[in-house]
């Protein structure tokens, strides 16, 4: 049986007592060394799973069963989980703490005691890794906001978590910023295989990729698959208010003009496949 | 933009940038303690004067800022020195009173008036040089670890100093985040129709709240999201924390304080035993 | 409302070291009724442009005229009534959510037509009706603000930009941070308005949506216009010259010309217009 990363059973939490619920009755699991992304609207209930799994939120209803690397959240483990999991959320501003790039990254190795001659090398390798070394001592309002968001991955990947939540991290940028983003966060993947990731998201094109899709709808799950499988949901999608990847979209469009493809998400499998069909006949 | 640049970090790396953010403070401290020491008479106290805004001037040259900065600073000084000037010429000192300067209609306006507010005025210019040379030369957070240790002894008393510093460190980080929100609502409610530099005073009370309650909500909201992502990233006050940046006092720190003791010392003295060069070595008796 | 920039410079703080040129001599037409999307990269000079079409800031140099209001750098050239221009041309700014403040939906909405002068039953009418416009019926009007989700707070604040009835209305980035169906719905409403006749200014990173709602792109690289046309005829050309995206069907369409795809760039503007003439090429081949 494969390890798991995340288990979920039965959560269900509201912000007041008796309040509405923001998340109802949610069960799903996340093998290691997944990519997982979580689709689901504005308002879905889905930056509230992201805290609760960071264990920002822990007051979930005592039913709910919630491990993570078969650990619960208990008084014990908690601070044990805590170092395994980084997060990093929409807002680029509202998470940069120091005063410099350089003292931003610090600031988790400093939370986790971490002997200080050894910071330099660290702070320096997961700037690097994001492609922000040579802004080490600039300070965070003469950096754009996807520098800002770098330096957020960076400051992560420096206390090396198994598990990376990515809470919207690409929603407030642009499409440029996005992309760095996303490539950045697929190369730690290949780098380090182990690394489990859960990515928040309603862009439809990075759910795409992933290797599994959760989809949250006014707090429940509502679908859950492999890319392929759960586009293929037209009308679950529409109701959640979701789009479907263009490449699925294309493929359709086609087929309903009489070239009927595989539904691949990915837009160079559905060229490939073209160009074949062009020259079978 | 020229009111965020005034008192910022400037990233440079003169020796007063080296010398580590304790030393400056005391520095500091001792520095504005000899500026605003009284002397003698009126010709002593603005020799020393002199002599201070000589080593003001060297020192921000050296900290390689600006002068234009300074004097933008400076600038809203002027209104400082007329308001001084007022409540000098109406309480005039005892003292003094046969040197009258001029009158304005029968009321007298003596020297002594216009030479205290002028010694004040240059006394404050001189204070906040001294401090804009000590935020330009250390990094906020610099300063705010430096302020902490100053504060430790009362850490044993159950105050949380860490904490405290933390608090300072993100005020001083967000300063300029917030600047440019006022910015942001200031557009888009002139956008709406609000004028915020006329209208009576009902009309501009509306208007400061359609900036205000945004901006406090706005503010809310960062706050809010930045607890998150420092928890996220394993803050907590109560646990024990390394530091990145280590304070470490060097050669140079001793020969700053050195100096600047000294410098201080000869003040207090020549404040304390009324010294006069002017007498005491020309044989002139001066105002 | 046409819009037309006659040489317009501006620079940011002008005479001082921070001297920086945002905008280089733009001359440009902007057409009444049409959707004119601006494009280009951060610091291009894109929000420094739109801020001169409601004369948040006024050019250094030239002129823009905005219908009979002019604002030009020659103060006494410049029109006056600033409140008749904000009125006509509406500004929706990145986030616009971040406006609001007062304590029902309907006030705040009101508060744009109660500054440009409306008598409050009638700003509350013009509320109302911007309300039902955006799709928020009437439960929504006395609740607050600060209760809603992030959605609808975006579409309270377009609504306080509508209840002035504007001619032209700004969109910078109007559906960042919307998730798609939202950000959809909102274009579609932007549409709905400008069979109004009102001409439409969008500024946006995201090529899809200029692909899809701009009658005319405008292509900006350091404060200058570097090209003026259609987005079919932009998005046809080899755009790393002007760092710009390409829209997903363009995309798309280029790799599968690349590819021996006999495919015709002309005319696409979307998925179904894609796989039109992706059906076509194919067919062609057959043959």
């Not at chain 2, 030369?137 to 105050?159: C, M, N, Q, R």
């Not at chain 2, 990145?244 to 304080?257: N, P, Q, S």
């Not at chain 3, 291009?44 to 030009?72: C, Y």
Request: hydrophobic share 45%; net charge negative; charged share 25%.
């Amino acid at each position: 049986m494969d390890e798991l990363a995340v288990e979920v059973e039965h959560l269900s939490f509201s912000y007041k007592e008796n309040g509405p619920k923001v998340l109802d009755d949610i069960s799903f699991s996340i093998k290691k060394g997944d990519y997982v992304a979580l689709i689901g609207h504005n308002g879905s209930g889905k930056s509230t799973l992201a805290r609760i799994l960071a264990g920002l939120y822990t007051e979930i209803e005592p039913n709910s069963l919630l491990r993570i690397f078969n650990m619960s959240y208990d008084v014990e483990n908690s601070s044990k989980i805590r170092g395994l999991i980084g997060i990093v959320f929409q807002n680029p501003d509202n998470q940069f703490v120091g005063s410099s790039v350089r003292d931003d990254i610090a600031f988790g190795l400093e939370n986790r005691a971490i002997d200080p001659s050894k910071m330099d090398e660290i702070i320096e390798k997961s700037a690097k890794e994001v492609g922000m070394e040579e802004y080490l001592d600039q300070a965070p309002e003469n950096l754009s906001g996807g520098q800002k968001q770098r330096v957020a991955l960076a400051g992560v990947l420096a206390l090396s978590p198994s598990l990376l939540l990515l809470d919207e991290a690409t929603s407030m940028l642009d499409p440029k910023g996005k992309r760095e983003i996303l490539s950045l966060v697929k190369e730690r993947k290949k780098e380090n295989p182990d690394l489990t990731i859960l990515s928040i998201t309603h862009d439809v094109e990075e759910a795409a990729m992933a290797d599994y899709v959760l989809v949250l709808s006014k707090g429940k799950i509502i679908l859950e698959g492999t890319g392929e499988e759960v586009f293929s949901h037209e009308k679950e999608l529409e109701e959640a208010n979701l789009d479907a990847p263009f490449a699925y979209e294309l493929g359709k469009a086609l087929k309903a003009r009489g070239i009927s493809l595989s539904s691949s998400l990915e837009e160079d499998t559905l060229l490939e496949e073209l160009c074949q069909y062009s020259s079978k006949k | 933009m020229s009111s965020i640049t005034m008192g910022r970090y400037v990233p440079y790396r003169s020796p007063i940038h080296l010398l580590d953010p304790r030393t400056k403070l005391v520095c500091l401290v001792l520095l504005v303690v000899s500026v605003f020491l009284g002397y003698a008479n009126y010709s002593t106290t603005f020799l020393m004067t002199g002599l201070s805004l000589l080593l003001v001037l060297v020192l921000f040259a050296m900290t390689r800022m600006s002068f234009l900065s300074l004097l933008k600073s400076l600038k809203s000084l002027w209104f400082m020195l007329i308001f001084l000037l007022l409540i000098y010429a109406i309480t005039p000192r005892s003292d003094n009173l046969d040197w009258v300067a001029f009158f304005i209609y029968d009321y007298p306006i003596y020297w002594a008036s216009i030479l205290d507010a002028l010694k004040i005025l240059v006394r404050l210019m001189l204070m906040v040089a001294l401090s804009l040379i000590l935020t330009a030369s250390t990094k906020p957070l610099d300063l705010t670890a430096g302020i902490e240790w100053y504060l430790s002894p009362i850490h044993f008393l159950g105050v949380n100093t860490a904490a405290w510093a933390m608090v300072l460190s993100l005020a001083l980080r967000f300063i300029p985040t917030i600047l440019e929100d006022v910015q942001r609502i200031m557009k888009a409610q002139s956008s709406r129709g609000v004028d915020f530099k006329r209208g009576k005073l009902t009309v501009r009370a509306r208007a400061l709240i359609s900036l205000v309650v945004p901006l406090v909500v706005s503010s809310l909201v960062r706050s809010d999201e930045l607890g998150d992502a420092m928890e996220g990233r394993g803050y907590d006050p109560r646990s024990k924390r390394t530091r990145y940046r280590k304070l470490t006092f060097h050669w140079g720190d001793l020969i700053a304080l050195l100096l600047c003791a000294a410098f201080c010392a000869l003040c207090i003295t020549m404040s304390v035993t009324s010294f006069d060069p002017f007498l005491t070595w020309f044989g002139v008796t001066v105002r | 409302m046409p819009i037309q920039f006659e040489k317009v410079s501006y620079t940011y703080e002008k005479k001082s070291p921070f001297a920086h040129d945002a905008l280089k001599g733009v001359d440009l037409l902007l057409e009444e009724g049409k959707t004119s999307a601006i494009v280009g990269k951060t610091g291009s000079g894109k929000s420094t442009l739109i801020q001169q079409m409601n004369a948040l800031l006024n050019p250094t140099e030239g002129k823009v005229i905005i219908g009979d209001f002019i604002n030009s750098a020659n103060k006494k050239e410049r029109s006056k009534d600033l409140f008749s221009l904000r009125k006509k041309v509406g500004m929706v700014f990145q986030f616009p959510e971040y406006q609001l403040f007062e304590d029902t939906v309907e006030k705040d909405v009101a508060f744009g037509p109660r500054n440009f002068g409306m008598k409050k039953e009638e700003a509350l009418q013009a509320a109302h009706e911007a309300l039902r416009r955006v799709g928020l019926d009437e439960s929504f009007d006395k609740r607050s603000p600060f209760q809603l989700s992030g959605g609808e707070k975006r579409k309270v604040a377009i609504a306080g930009i509508l209840a002035t009835k504007p001619s032209i209305l700004v969109l910078d980035e109007p559906t960042s941070g919307l998730d798609p169906a939202s950000a959809e719905e909102t274009m579609a409403l932007f549409e709905e308005i400008k069979k109004d006749g009102t001409t439409l200014i969008l500024v946006t990173h995201d090529m899809d949506l200029v692909l899809k709602h701009a009658d005319q792109v405008v292509v900006m690289e350091e404060g200058e216009i570097k090209k003026v046309c259609t987005p079919e005829e932009l998005f046809s050309l080899s755009l790393e010259e002007y760092s710009l995206d390409t829209p997903k069907v363009y995309r798309f369409a280029k790799k599968a010309i690349e590819k021996g795809i006999p495919l015709s760039l002309e005319g696409l503007h979307d998925v179904s217009s894609l796989a039109e003439a992706l059906c076509k090429a194919l067919r062609k081949e057959k043959k």
